[in-house]
């Protein structure tokens, strides 16, 4: 398949007896056409390991070594290895030939057709294998069932080691394992994260004690406790994801949010950073409307895509606003209402976009912000979820008046956040929402939102309304680049 590329993950640690003949039946096996690196990670081996590494390194240029300087584990490795990968499709791949590379097509296959974003080749599913030991089969389907329940899904073989991943996905789950605890905890994060997961059948020569296998009984002991870690844990993604996902146990707060904008939107609306779709499950449902859901993060777009991609008044586009080219997608959609909620202040320049935007977009567009508000209330979780800045009242109708909008009002929302946020973030120093807090909040929600007008402090977040005035003359270009330059 022309211009997609293989990463095959190796973790090798004292392997001198199979490493060559290992990586030679690696670059030997079909892979449905697609270009290979394979990534070795030597850790720190205490044989003649690493010199049959950087033997096979000068002799095929399709191998990458890398040593690290003290053994930490199979996890540790694979880590290493995630992070130097540069490919489309990654797999891990054993160094000690229990495993068969022939089976690569079949592995691959899902993930090339768009079914799949993992797949799990399983030991247990009907293939030719070699009869090892009793207690290693029982501890295997043991831990798998654990797992199974622990995290609500069905896979036959948790600790297999041929794992298939979309890399770009791959690369967001935030791994913490060392050693062979790296199956049950990736296997958790999967999970959580809600990619689609496929199993196929795989050849298995499982090596005996006497052949250097590795992992043992201690092993499975921690399997048990890493099962339960990792089915809890929130740092299975990137901190806005897992906020994401536990804003999806508050719909009545992106109701309410809903509510707060629903005077000011038109029939096509373009949502710029959908997320999830957390807000779009509310947008679409504005009479005769059309929605256009954009995002830039490939994990969300394919949420995006799963929930709505079957309605018809809803399109979704991938958009970047840091990327102008990005920006077509609105020329084409042409619509009369922006909506870009908690997306702002994620953006280092945003006056930048509020240019391009008014450069854009049609006159007589109305465009909704809504940000964080105050720098008083910043926090941990303002930088784990990647912020630049929270907004003081005033500042963003400012900002948009300067990028030639016209402000029509500015006001704040959510005013029982602002308390919860100073507790909980400010000065508890929390650094991702948990799924419960979304939970306790939506059950809330009714009086929060009856009591709006009550509580005397401003609101967690600011709405900014403005709109683009026809015959309103748009800044020149020198013009703003001074704005963009304040």
């Given at each position: 398949m022309t211009g997609k590329k293989l990463s095959i993950l190796v973790a090798a640690y004292n392997e001198e007896a199979t490493l060559r003949a290992c990586l030679e039946a690696v670059l030997a096996a079909p892979a449905c056409g697609l270009a290979r690196e394979i990534i070795l990670v030597n850790d720190a081996s205490t044989?003649?390991?690493?010199?049959i590494a950087?033997?096979?390194?000068?002799?095929?240029?399709?191998?990458?070594?890398?040593?690290?300087?003290?053994?930490?584990?199979?996890?540790a490795a694979l880590r290493r290895a995630i992070k130097e990968a540069t490919g489309d499709i990654a797999i891990f791949q054993d160094a000690d030939l229990e495993y068969d590379p022939r089976d690569y097509a079949r592995l691959i296959q899902p993930i090339l057709d768009g079914k799949a974003d993992v797949v799990f080749g399983s030991r247990f599913t009907g293939e030719v294998r070699k009869v090892l030991y009793f207690w290693h089969t029982v501890g295997n389907r043991f831990l798998t069932l654990l797992s199974n329940i622990a995290n609500n899904i069905n896979v036959t073989d948790m600790e297999t080691c041929y794992k298939v991943f979309r890399l770009d996905l791959l690369k967001t789950i935030p791994l913490e394992s060392n050693r062979f605890g790296i199956e049950p905890e990736i296997t958790a994060k999967v999970a959580r994260n809600r990619w689609r997961i496929f199993e196929v059948p795989i050849n298995y020569n499982g090596r005996?004690?006497?052949?250097?296998?590795?992992?043992?009984?201690?092993?499975?002991?921690?399997?048990?406790?890493?099962?339960?870690?990792?089915?809890f844990t929130q740092k299975y993604s990137e901190p806005g994801r897992a906020t994401l996902?536990?804003?999806?146990?508050?719909?009545r707060l992106n109701q309410w949010m809903y509510g707060a904008i629903k005077p000011y939107l038109g029939t096509?609306?373009?949502?710029?950073?959908?997320?999830?779709?957390?807000?779009t499950r509310w947008l679409k449902t504005t009479p005769g409307s059309i929605v256009l859901a954009t995002d830039y993060s490939v994990s969300n777009f394919d949420r995006l895509k799963e929930k709505y991609g079957g309605l018809s008044?809803?399109?979704?586009?991938?958009?970047?606003?840091?990327?102008?080219?990005?920006?077509?997608?609105?020329?084409?959609?042409?619509?009369?209402?922006?909506?870009?909620?908690?997306?702002?202040?994620?953006?280092?320049?945003?006056?930048?976009?509020?240019?391009?935007l008014h450069e854009t977009l049609p006159d007589d567009c109305r465009i909704i912000f809504l940000v964080p508000r105050s720098q008083k209330l910043w926090s941990n979780l303002d930088v784990e979820l990647g912020h630049f800045r929270r907004y003081e009242t005033g500042e963003l109708s400012a900002k948009m008046q300067d990028a030639g909008f016209?402000?029509?009002?500015?006001?704040?929302?959510?005013?029982?956040?602002?308390?919860?946020?100073?507790?909980?973030?400010?000065?508890?120093?929390?650094?991702?929402?948990?799924?419960?807090?979304?939970?306790l909040y939506n059950f809330l929600c009714p009086a929060f939102q009856a009591l709006e007008g009550v509580f005397p402090w401003k609101g967690l977040s600011v709405?900014?309304?403005?709109?683009?005035?026809?015959?309103?003359?748009?800044?020149?270009?020198?013009?703003?680049?001074k704005i963009m330059a304040k």
């Open positions: 044989d003649e390991t690493a010199l950087d033997a096979l390194a000068r002799q095929y240029p399709e191998v990458r070594v890398f040593h690290q300087e003290k053994n930490q584990g199979k996890g005996t004690y006497e052949e250097g296998k590795k992992i043992g009984w201690k092993d499975g002991i921690a399997a048990f406790w890493f099962i339960l870690r990792y089915s996902d536990a804003l999806e146990h508050a719909p096509r609306i373009a949502e710029l950073g959908s997320g999830t779709g957390n807000l008044r809803v399109r979704i586009e991938k958009l970047d606003l840091t990327r102008p080219d990005d920006y077509r997608v609105l020329n084409d959609f042409k619509p009369d209402t922006i909506v870009c909620l908690n997306v702002l202040e994620h953006i280092e320049n945003d006056r930048d976009v509020l240019v391009r016209t402000v029509e009002r500015e006001f704040t929302f959510n005013r029982a956040g602002t308390p919860s946020w100073f507790v909980g973030n400010k000065l508890g120093g929390q650094r991702t929402l948990k799924p419960w807090q979304g939970k709405i900014c309304v403005a709109k683009k005035v026809p015959g309103q003359s748009r800044p020149s270009r020198q013009a703003a680049e």
